[in-house]
């Protein structure tokens, strides 16, 4: 789709969109269309009780006294109060009114008063747009061409119309990233697999992203045991790829590291999960691809950070060769695990990645991604990610990033009534705990795989992926954790 942006000049024929503020509030431009429609417009509203409230649509086809095919009325709100997720989410919303024309314009003739400036929330309607415009359906052979969408041009007018294109660089980067998210999730696991998703971030190289990938020999080397006995019982050889964005002033500075747990698929290996929902573990490399598409992200709008990610790839499968449930296997940290249940093998993936960002780039942050337990599900449902922290000023930075972001967190406690629990009678820590707590016993296993850096662990396996779509997405990949990331380095990383 080819999204521009012009000054307020209404075209007299296609869909035209219109902002409505609080109350009903028509701008100029939609008065003078409904006293040349005979009032139309007012009738619609006045009928449909539409008074402008947040995302709030209302559809009149053909109007009379004109030649335009539809005009959509979408809920501002209160001005004063329209964030900049706010607008993208009125973007989306706009998306599923005209995604069936193939050209469209938004007239936002009311933002004048906007306090988050009327060019930056013109950019982020538009963002909201693309957000929402996404479509995995390459495996689609048989959908009807009245089943798929047809837009492909959108004009964005208004009175800012420059600086609504200069803000639209850096929302359209963060969508990208989104999208490479999306795209990596998505694909069912006979595409995506280590070797395969290391070859896709080869494509971040364009951009400035400088991509290297240690196979299976050189992680031998470094001792990465936890890991590579993860990947033991599949055929696919596991892969770690290092993703390094040096956007600082000072290229030597520490950086800030990302790391995502990349399970390409889980079946659980020995400790075999049950048949029903298997299918839903291709997306157990979620961590990995929200780190791939936030480095995209960063890359794209050339952000003044240096971040270094990591995505720990492999697949859990019950080979004849796969780690058994009582082994104990060597971290590259040189501590012991016994892996008493195979199924929780993430956090042993991401022992070794965090232990290797540390010894090798020293970062001043780090921030580790992954689908880790089905108990923070439990706990959270789909409308939280799980929060784990050494620092709690780290904490507070990325819960206010969630906050702005609309992809919140919930942090939960941690402590040594609950690291107890990773006992073991045979090694230094089993890799599970008790019955209850799962999710803070993850957490306190790989914070034994922290130094002294300043660390917070996200537990996305509930928000990763929307079996019912959101308000930005349609069912299946939701791209949780691009936004956040972005905004908290935005925030608090860049100088």
């Not at 995302?55 to 009149?60: G, S």
């Not at 490399?285 to 971040?307: D, E, F, Q, T």
């Not at 070794?352 to 992954?370: C, G, H, N, S």
Request: charged share 25%; net charge positive.
């Amino acid at each position: 789709m080819k999204i521009s942006f012009a000054k307020i000049s209404v075209p007299p024929q296609g869909a035209l969109v219109f902002g409505v503020t609080d109350n009903g509030k028509l701008g100029p431009e939609a008065v003078k269309l409904d006293k040349r429609a005979n009032g139309s417009l007012s009738r619609a509203m006045k009928a449909a009780s539409f008074k402008g409230k947040k995302e709030q649509t209302l559809e009149i086809l053909a109007p009379g006294g004109t030649k335009l095919d539809k005009v959509v009325l979408v809920g501002l709100g209160d001005l004063k109060s329209l964030s900049e997720t706010a607008a993208e989410r009125v973007g989306a919303v706009v998306y599923k009114s005209v995604a069936k024309e193939p050209s469209a314009t938004i007239v936002l003739d009311v933002l004048g008063g906007a306090a988050a400036g009327e060019g930056v929330l013109a950019a982020h309607i538009a963002g909201g747009v693309r957000i929402r415009s996404y479509r995995f359906d390459k495996y689609r052979t048989k959908e009807g061409k009245d089943e798929k969408p047809k837009l492909k041009t959108l004009v964005v007018q208004c009175a800012a119309s420059a600086s609504a294109k200069t803000s639209f660089a850096s929302v359209s980067a963060v969508v990208d990233g989104i999208f490479f998210t999306r795209d990596l999730i998505s694909e069912p696991a006979n595409v995506i697999y280590p070797a395969s998703f290391a070859a896709r971030t080869k494509a971040l190289a364009k951009d400035g992203v400088k991509v290297e990938i240690l196979g299976e020999a050189a992680m031998r080397k470094l001792g990465m045991g936890a890991l590579l006995g993860v990947g033991d019982g599949s055929a696919r050889e596991s892969q770690l790829v290092v993703m390094r964005w040096e956007g600082a002033k000072n290229k030597k500075a520490p950086p800030i590291a990302i790391v995502g747990k990349g399970v390409c698929f889980d079946t659980g290996g020995i400790s075999l999960k049950p048949p029903s929902g298997m299918w839903d573990m291709k997306w157990d490399m979620g961590g990995a691809g929200v780190v791939a598409g936030l480095m995209c992200a960063l890359a794209k709008r050339k952000a003044k950070v240096n971040v270094v990610g990591l995505c720990g790839l492999v697949e859990n499968m019950p080979d004849g060769a796969a780690q058994r449930p009582g082994d104990v296997v060597t971290s590259m940290s040189g501590q012991t695990i016994e892996v008493q249940n195979t199924d929780a093998e993430g956090r042993l993936v991401l022992a070794d990645v965090l232990w290797y960002a540390q010894e090798r780039f020293k970062p001043k942050t780090m921030i580790d991604l992954a689908t880790l337990t089905g108990a923070v599900i439990a706990a959270l449902s789909n409308h939280y990610a799980g929060l784990f922290a050494n620092d709690d000023d780290l904490a507070a930075q990325l819960t206010a990033a969630g906050q702005t972001a609309d992809e919140r967190l919930w942090r939960f406690p941690m402590g040594e009534e609950y690291d107890k629990e990773l006992r073991s009678l045979i090694a230094d820590m089993k890799n599970i705990g008790g019955p209850r707590a799962g999710s803070i016993t993850a957490a306190q296993f790989l914070q034994r795989f922290v130094k002294d850096t300043r660390w917070a662990h996200l537990d996305i396996a509930g928000v990763v992926w929307n079996e019912k779509g959101t308000v930005l997405s349609d069912p299946g990949s939701t791209g949780f954790g691009v936004r956040l990331l972005n905004r908290f380095i935005a925030d608090n990383c860049e100088g």
